[in-house]
């Protein structure tokens, strides 16, 4: 029963939280711009102290993400979380319910 019910959540989240609307609300990725393949230009990587603006990718559709500089790469907004205030899969399931007032 709590598996099912977490594959809602992951599924829910995935529905409402549009990557572009995500890492446009996050701080440091504010400079979009549209590369091939879905990929849109970022800006400055979140996770390193960044000075090659354009070096963090992202995904438009899946949420997907990788920085050329530094080289970290993850599969969505979940994993982003995860990486960036190192918080456990549930915690970042729980702080994106939270802030997108996912129910």
């Known amino acids: 029963m709590i598996r099912q019910h977490l594959r809602f959540d992951i599924d829910e989240i995935k529905?409402?939280?549009?990557p572009y609307d995500f890492y446009s609300k996050e701080q440091s990725i504010n400079r979009f711009g549209y590369s091939s393949r879905g990929w849109l230009t970022a800006g400055l990587c979140p996770f390193h102290e960044d000075?090659?603006?354009?070096s963090f990718k992202i995904h438009?559709?899946?949420g997907a993400y990788?920085?050329?500089?530094?080289?970290i790469k993850g599969g969505d907004v979940i994993d982003f979380l995860q990486n960036k205030y190192n918080l456990s899969f549930k915690?970042?399931?729980?702080k994106l319910k939270?802030?997108?007032?996912?129910v």
């Open 66 to 71: 990788i920085c050329f500089s530094c080289g």
């Open 91 to 94: 915690e970042a399931i729980a």
């Open 60 to 62: 438009e559709e899946s």
């Open 51 to 54: 000075s090659s603006i354009g």
């Open 98 to 102: 939270d802030e997108w007032r996912i």
């Open 15 to 18: 529905r409402q939280v549009r």
